[in-house]
C-alpha cells in the first residue's frame, strides 16, 4: 500500500480497538501522530499515548479530527454512539466492527456518511488478521487496501455472510486459545513444567498450520499422515471419535450462532 495520509479515529478502547492501533503501527505504513482512539476510562490507553497516538475520553472530538472512523463500540451501543458524532461524520466514511447490526440500521442514525461494515479478529493486532468485508462506498478500494497492511480481507457477496465469518474467524481466536490451552494442560498433568507445556503446545499449533500453508495438504490429509497404523494419535483421534467430539463441538458453535441470531433480533 501506499501511504495512507488521512487521519484515523477509533471510537472504542478495548481490545479489539487497541489492536487495530498496535496493527497499523506495526505495519509501519501507518504513523502514530494519525491516529486518535477515544475511551471513557483514559487510564487504559496511557500505554498508547506514550507511542505517540493521541487519546480522549470525548467520541465528539475523535470524529471531527478525522477523515476515517473505525466505530469498535458494542453492538448495542453503537446507535448512541453514531447518533453522538452524526453531525460530525457527513460525507465521511465509517467503518463498523459491530457484529449483526446491518448498514440499513446504521444508516437510521447515520444518513450521510459512507458506511462500510467489517468483521475482523484479534490477530489483526500482529498483521495476521482475518477480516470480512462488506460495502460498496466509492472509496471501497482505498479502505480494503488499508486493511489489507492488517490481514486478509475477504470480501463477502451478502451482507449476512458476515455473521458466519464472526463465529468462524471472529470467535476463532478464543476456540483455538481454548484447544492450546487444553494441549498445555495436559502436558502439565503428566509432569512437565507449566511454562515448557505451554510453549510446546503454542509451537505445536503455529508449526501445524505452517505445515498446512506450505504443503497445501488439507487438515484431514496431515491427520492421515501423522495418524499411522497402530500409532499413538490414531490411538488418541479413536477415543475422541468414541467420545463424540464432533458433535460435542457443532453444539458449542450451535450454542455461538443462537446467540448471535438473539443478539441480531434484539437489535432489529
Do not use: W
Not at 444508516?107 to 470480512?132: D, E, L, T, W
Not at 513444567?193 to 503455529?206: E, M, Y
Amino acid at each position: 500500500m501506499d501511504k495512507f495520509d488521512k487521519k484515523i479515529a477509533i471510537i472504542g478502547g478495548g481490545h479489539i480497538g487497541q489492536a487495530f492501533v498496535k496493527g497499523f503501527l506495526h505495519s509501519g505504513k501507518i504513523i502514530s501522530s494519525q491516529i486518535i482512539i477515544s475511551n471513557p476510562a483514559l487510564e487504559k490507553l496511557a500505554h498508547l499515548e506514550k507511542l505517540g497516538v493521541e487519546i480522549t475520553s470525548d467520541n465528539t472530538v475523535a470524529a471531527e479530527k478525522a477523515n476515517l472512523i473505525i466505530l469498535a463500540v458494542k453492538p448495542l451501543i453503537t446507535s448512541q454512539v453514531l447518533r453522538e458524532i452524526n453531525d460530525l461524520i457527513k460525507s465521511k466514511t465509517v467503518i463498523s466492527l459491530a457484529a449483526v447490526v446491518s448498514i440499513k440500521n446504521l444508516k437510521v442514525h447515520s444518513k450521510k456518511a459512507k458506511i462500510i461494515r467489517i468483521m475482523p479478529n484479534m490477530a489483526v493486532a500482529c498483521n495476521q488478521g482475518v477480516i470480512g468485508f462488506f460495502g460498496n462506498t466509492r472509496d471501497k478500494d482505498e479502505v480494503k487496501q488499508l486493511l489489507s497492511i492488517l490481514g486478509s480481507v475477504i470480501e463477502m457477496e451478502k451482507e449476512d455472510d458476515l455473521d458466519s465469518l464472526t463465529l468462524l474467524s471472529g470467535c476463532g481466536p478464543a476456540i483455538v486459545s481454548q484447544f492450546i490451552e487444553l494441549l498445555a494442560s495436559y502436558g502439565t498433568k503428566i509432569g512437565l513444567p507449566t511454562d515448557i507445556s505451554q510453549a510446546l503446545a503454542l509451537q505445536t499449533f503455529k508449526g501445524t498450520t505452517t505445515i498446512l500453508e506450505k504443503s497445501k495438504l488439507s487438515p484431514g490429509q496431515l491427520i492421515q499422515s501423522v495418524s499411522t497404523k497402530g500409532g499413538i494419535s490414531e490411538a488418541i483421534l479413536i477415543r475422541m471419535k468414541k467420545q463424540n467430539i464432533e458433535a460435542h463441538f457443532t453444539k458449542a458453535m450451535d450454542a455461538g450462532y443462537t446467540k448471535l441470531a438473539k443478539l441480531k433480533e434484539d437489535l432489529q
